[in-house]
């Protein structure tokens, strides 16, 4: 019986997280989960995945500790075996909306440091691993990928965030430079950009978008869901766009579509 791909999603106890890790489940993959720390919710998205057929097991991890991402790829590998798509989900927003003027430098540094940093490092701890199996042959016939979500805040301003935006722009570019880097040893590398997903972390902010959306902000006049993004991902997972590479492909209801 041939092994069943392994997908890494990170941040996945919920949310757009949990949808990826259900979704990328029912296609086939067995599903290593984590997040910052231990929790029912995550236990109950490993049982999830299990009631699909899947294999699955947890791990706490800090994307900004750097030092441990080689771990957790290892970890990963001896309970599952080796990561081939890594899903790069897990984030954080602002400490608190508010003037740019007065952001301060502790939001600023979360911000970069786990949404850009630690996942720069995360995507080139696996790159690493994907070129040291490509070049002792072990890689033949395995299909890699990474998929990384970063927003549409990449592109939009949102100033009442702008240390958010700075680090998803951050993130945007870095997939793109690990896109040119890792496509000799065959590993693709995608950008989802979602904009507005209803979920735990944008429930503050929907009454506001609401009247915008159905004034015109969006083409599509409503929220998204995570399933929704889930369904890219899987796109993505299972070779459905296999002459594309560097892709940003947008889940926004054409928020960012030039209009006029």
């Known amino acids: 019986m041939p092994q069943r791909p392994i997908a890494l999603v990170t941040g996945a106890r919920r949310g757009i997280g949990r949808a990826i890790a259900l979704e990328l489940a029912d296609a086939g993959f ?4 984590t997040d910052v720390s231990a929790s029912d919710e995550l236990d109950s998205v490993r049982h999830a995945v299990q009631q699909r057929g899947a294999r699955a097991a947890t791990f706490v991890s800090d994307l900004a500790r750097i030092e441990t991402h080689e771990t957790l790829l290892q970890s990963v590998e001896d309970a599952l075996g080796a990561v081939t798509c890594l899903v790069n989900n897990a984030g954080v927003s602002v400490m608190s909306r508010g003037d740019l003027l007065n952001v301060t430098p502790e939001s600023y540094d979360r911000c970069l440091g786990v949404n850009t940093r630690g996942t720069f490092f995360l995507m080139q701890a696996f790159g690493r691993r994907a070129e040291q199996a490509a070049r002792a042959g072990a890689a033949a016939g395995t299909s890699r990928s990474i998929i990384t979500i970063t927003s549409s805040n990449a592109v939009a301003a949102s100033i009442q965030r702008g240390e958010y ?3 998803k722009a951050g993130l945007s570019m870095a997939t793109t430079l690990f896109s040119v880097r890792l496509a000799e040893v065959g590993v693709r590398v995608y950008e989802v950009q979602p904009g507005f997903i209803e979920t735990e972390m944008t429930s503050p902010s929907k009454a506001r978008y609401d009247a915008q ?8 006049k409503r929220w998204g869901t995570p399933q929704e993004v889930a369904t890219v991902v899987r796109t993505l997972a299972t070779d459905c766009l296999p002459y594309s590479v560097g892709q940003a492909i947008r889940v926004d209801g054409g928020l960012l579509v030039h209009k006029y």
Do not use: H, P, Q
């Not at 067995?30 to 989960?33: F, N």
């Not at 959306?213 to 599509?220: D, K, R, V, Y």
């Open 30 to 33: 067995d599903i290593a989960l």
């Open 165 to 167: 935006c700075v680090s």
């Open 213 to 220: 959306m159905e004034s015109g902000l969006t083409t599509i």
